[in-house]
């Protein structure tokens, strides 16, 4: 039952008698760490009554217990990458911060890996590298477990083996009730595939059991071109995320950039192989472009994916799918030039980052996910447009010019026959219409196991952010 209102004030002096559990209060130490922690300024402008740092699954069952009972607020922090306000942190409200749950560990023969859901992915690789296995996780370290794979995960190794979320077989939860239950193949099987893709929504995750996949050293680095080389770029990129038969080691981004200082345009692609093949077929089109730079080389997974991190500034995504095609991708760089080019925001960058969805790659999961992914959308190109400013009196211009940038990219989509319905979780804004785009079906079938597993709506009504299931 959802318990009477107590402030949150009041919730944490409750928390505090949970035995061994840190708690942070503003002005301390730990609780600065925390908020020092998110990505985006945004996330970290919020500041909670109190952060529960749990390091077991009980902890977080106590805290669920406490809070759930006086019905206060809160939010679920893993990495803190998502850089929307509100989605892992709170103002007023308890944050449980997820990351002293962080253990790793292998079976005997290392085919799964079991996470803790606080974990980083660069916590994941440095662990399993030796082994010689991997995870198809996140490709910058620094993201969150849970996060990524609550929301689907695109990794370097998805065309291979799908989704992240499509990797696990057991998921540790911590119900609304306070309960600690397994989902996975046999055991609570629906609550095993809402998770796949239904984010936050059904409880607070403990660990992850994926199942590994083997690695050795991969083709990584970045390659820049010259804008007028664009043509060229983008038809190597829509040769790529269209070849008859995808090659499933394949993992290229491609990003246009604007700076709206400099006023110009640039084009960095990450053409990853997730093999030690320095110079793999599939890239001979992109290869042949001349660059301005090139740093491909062969590497760990766990050197290439620990990344310099950015500074703790403002951030903003965006998201839409749509079919492939090179003349789609010179559109989408004039309807962004038209929309960017005079407007006078200073210190602006603008990335529209391309990256393929293969068929070969949403098939995997398909029906086993609530994604609402399928073969049948074909293949697709996956848009992030990021934002990155310093100066938050623009931020509010900034986020509607992005939504009018996204609204004509989806419509020159349209009317070239290239709309697809998905819209990517992890990449989207907290105006997006995740839910919706899963299709009535899957949106149904989340509601439902919402219905079952959290009766009274708890992390519907107490967990403010993040995509809810009524958005
Ligand atoms: C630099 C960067 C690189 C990225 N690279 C990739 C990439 O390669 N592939 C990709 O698919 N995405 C990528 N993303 C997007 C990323 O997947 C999302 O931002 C994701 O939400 C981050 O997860 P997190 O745990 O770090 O975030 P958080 O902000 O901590 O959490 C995000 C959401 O997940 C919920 N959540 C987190 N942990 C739990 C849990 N244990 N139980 C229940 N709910 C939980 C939170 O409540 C919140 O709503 C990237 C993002 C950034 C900023």
């Not at 997974?301 to 965006?318: D, R, S, V």
Request: hydrophobic share 40%.
């Amino acid at each position: 039952m959802l318990g009477r209102m107590l402030p949150s004030t009041s919730v944490c002096g409750q928390l505090n008698t949970i035995a061994n559990l840190a708690l942070a209060f503003p002005n301390s130490a730990s609780y600065n760490a925390t908020e020092k922690a998110y990505w985006s300024l945004q996330e970290a402008s919020l500041t909670p009554s109190c952060i529960a740092q749990p390091s077991t699954s009980q902890h977080v069952a106590d805290i669920v217990s406490t809070i759930v009972s006086h019905g206060c607020t809160f939010a679920i922090k893993g990495q803190g990458h998502a850089p929307s306000a509100g989605f892992a942190n709170i103002n007023d409200g308890v944050t449980i911060d997820m990351t002293g749950l962080h253990t790793i560990s292998v079976n005997e023969d290392a085919s799964v890996a079991s996470v803790g859901a606080g974990a980083s992915w660069l916590d994941v690789y440095t662990f399993l590298d030796p082994l010689n296995k991997t995870v198809a996780g996140g490709r910058n370290g620094a993201v969150g477990v849970g996060g990524l794979t609550l929301g689907g995960g695109i990794s370097y190794f998805s065309p291979q083996v799908g989704f992240t979320c499509d990797t696990v077989i057991n998921f540790e939860v911590v119900l609304a009730s306070g309960h600690v239950i397994d989902a996975n193949g046999t055991s609570h099987t629906d609550l095993f595939r809402a998770l796949k893709g239904g984010m936050n929504n059904f409880g607070v995750v403990t660990r992850f059991d994926f199942s590994t996949l083997p690695i050795g050293e991969i083709l990584g680095g970045g390659i820049a071109n010259d804008i007028s080389d664009r043509h060229a770029v983008f038809e190597a990129l829509a040769n790529i995320a269209n070849a008859p038969e995808y090659d499933v080691y394949t993992s290229i981004v491609t990003s246009i950039v604007f700076s709206s200082s400099s006023k110009s345009w640039t084009l960095a692609s990450a053409p990853i192989y997730a093999k030690p093949n320095p110079n793999p077929p599939v890239y001979r089109e992109l290869f042949a472009v001349p660059s301005i730079s090139n740093t491909m080389h062969l590497t760990s997974l766990h050197a290439f994916a620990n990344e310099t991190a950015t500074p703790q500034i403002n951030f903003l995504f965006y998201t839409t799918t749509f079919g492939v095609s090179a003349d789609l991708l010179e559109r989408i760089l004039q309807i962004a030039n038209a929309s960017l080019h005079d407007l006078e925001i200073p210190g602006v960058t603008w990335l529209f980052a391309l990256e393929p969805l293969p068929t070969v790659l949403v098939q995997r999961g398909a029906g086993d996910n609530s994604l609402g992914t399928s073969a049948q959308d074909g293949n697709s190109i996956v848009l992030l447009l990021t934002a990155v400013w310093t100066d938050s009196s623009y931020s509010e211009g900034i986020d509607a010019k992005s939504a009018d940038v996204i609204a004509g990219i989806e419509e020159a989509a349209r009317d070239m026959g290239l709309g697809r319905r998905f819209r990517y979780a992890n990449y989207a804004n907290a105006k997006q219409r995740v839910v919706d785009s899963y299709g009535v079906e899957n949106r149904m079938f989340l509601e439902e196991v919402a219905q079952k597993y959290d009766p009274e709506g708890v992390f519907q009504k107490l967990v403010p952010g993040g995509f809810k299931l009524g958005d």
